[in-house]
């Protein structure tokens, strides 16, 4: 289970841009970080609309919440869930599934496992200090989720 938070999170750094562009990962993005296929990008060559964008981040947000669910065996709060999400969304669903985060939550390490966050700062090698932000606002969302549990 996700929440509004979780949302409201990706929007915040992942930012609204209603034309195709690239991102710095190399993919024709649109919306709200949506990677567009090869049709997609044919379809809204033009651009979407706002709601448009929305739609596609419920989309994109639900369909990585259903991808990671399966891989944690343990129960989370909704906000940990939230921030789980959110990491996943940005660095993807593979990577999540391949992590120490994912490994620490799954053996009961809650504590240890948000400090994980925070070594996903770096892309093409360098430390970004909006990927540093968006991990300390990830974690702290996770560890909220761990004081309501």
Request: hydrophobic share 40%; glycine share 8%; net charge positive.
């Given at each position: 289970?996700?929440t509004?938070?979780c949302?409201e999170?990706?929007?915040?750094y992942?930012?609204?841009?209603?034309?195709?562009?690239?991102?710095?990962?190399?993919?024709?993005?649109?919306?709200?970080?949506h990677?567009?296929?090869?049709?997609e990008?044919?379809?809204?060559?033009?651009?979407?609309?706002?709601?448009?964008?929305?739609?596609?981040?419920?989309?994109d947000?639900?369909?990585?919440?259903?991808?990671?669910?399966?891989?944690?065996?343990?129960?989370?709060?909704p906000?940990?869930?939230?921030a789980?999400?959110?990491?996943?969304?940005?660095?993807?669903?593979?990577?999540f599934k391949?992590s120490?985060?994912?490994?620490k939550?799954?053996?009961?390490?809650?504590?240890?496992?948000?400090?994980?966050f925070?070594?996903?700062?770096?892309?093409?090698?360098?430390?970004?200090?909006?990927?540093v932000?968006?991990?300390?606002?990830e974690?702290e969302?996770?560890?909220?989720g761990?004081?309501l549990?």
């Amino acid at each position: 289970m996700i929440t509004e938070r979780c949302i409201e999170l990706i929007k915040k750094y992942e930012g609204l841009s209603l034309k195709p562009y690239i991102c710095p990962a190399g993919y024709w993005t649109i919306g709200y970080g949506h990677v567009l296929t090869k049709d997609e990008l044919k379809e809204y060559k033009n651009g979407i609309t706002k709601k448009e964008a929305e739609l596609l981040l419920y989309h994109d947000v639900f369909k990585t919440f259903f991808l990671i669910s399966p891989l944690v065996n343990v129960k989370l709060h909704p906000y940990c869930w939230d921030a789980l999400t959110s990491f996943s969304f940005n660095v993807g669903v593979y990577a999540f599934k391949a992590s120490s985060l994912r490994k620490k939550i799954n053996r009961g390490e809650f504590y240890d496992a948000a400090e994980e966050f925070m070594r996903w700062v770096y892309a093409g090698g360098r430390k970004l200090k909006g990927l540093v932000k968006r991990r300390r606002e990830e974690r702290e969302l996770f560890l909220e989720g761990l004081k309501l549990m």
